[in-house]
């Protein structure tokens, strides 16, 4: 009879004690928990209140979040983002993103390089901008009698190509009896058909090396 009542009290005891413990770990966990070792879950882990990573967060396989706070900077090697990003501060993009679909940018500033193969300017039907190029081009001595067009190279216009439209505006360099009929693009150069209008108080048809400024698009 001893050994029972021995036996039936060990029996409480334990059964007590597990209870114990379950009943404290649920305590614990409905508050803030401190784990000093690695998480790691062959499953879904859901976070249902607010997380704070106060070191580094690595998403190896992939993450879906909700709404993400980012109280500092955001380091990333790949994001997909599939929904609207709305940022309060600055975003910095120190690598090359690339945008598959329409990108607003309701108030941009682009300090560095702004580099795209389709750029649309508005909101009307505007074509898209894959390259655009300003400078300066020099065309050689020429001479033309009055009333007559001389077709001449302007020389170092780089980096302009056949595939460009280009807009060419004369400097005061250009003696005034000469006009600049046409303009078009060939390969680091343009094409410029100039005429001699015979107006001015030089009608020889001489002309020196002249620099013509040029825009060029496509």
Not at 98 to 118: D, W
Not at 164 to 177: D, N, R
Not at 198 to 215: E, I, Q, S, V, Y
Request: charged share 5%; glycine share 12%.
């Amino acid at each position: 009879m001893t050994f029972l009542k021995s036996s039936l009290k060990h029996i409480a005891f334990s059964v007590l004690s597990v209870l114990g413990g379950v009943a404290l770990g649920a305590t614990l966990v409905g508050a803030a928990t401190t784990i000093s070792t690695n998480i790691q879950t062959d499953g879904t882990l859901s976070v249902t209140g607010s997380t704070t990573v106060a070191s580094q967060f690595n998403a190896v396989g992939g993450a879906t979040l909700g709404t993400l706070t980012l109280g500092g900077a955001l380091t990333y090697g790949g994001v997909a983002l599939s929904n609207a990003v709305t940022g309060t501060g600055n975003m910095v993009l120190s690598v090359s993103p690339t945008f598959t679909g329409t990108a607003i940018l309701s108030g941009a500033t682009l300090s560095g390089l702004a580099s795209t193969t389709q750029l649309k300017v508005g909101s009307d039907q505007v074509n898209t901008i894959s390259g655009m190029i300003f400078g300066t081009c020099t065309i050689p001595s020429t001479n033309t009698t009055a009333s007559s067009t001389v077709q001449v190279t302007c020389a170092s216009a780089t980096g302009v190509t056949t595939s460009y439209k280009v807009f060419v505006q004369a400097t005061s360099s250009l003696p005034s009896m000469y006009v600049i009929q046409s303009a078009t693009s060939s390969t680091g150069a343009i094409e410029v058909r100039i005429l001699n209008t015979g107006l001015g108080t030089t009608t020889a048809g001489g002309m020196d090396p002249t620099t013509l400024n040029f825009w060029a698009v496509r």
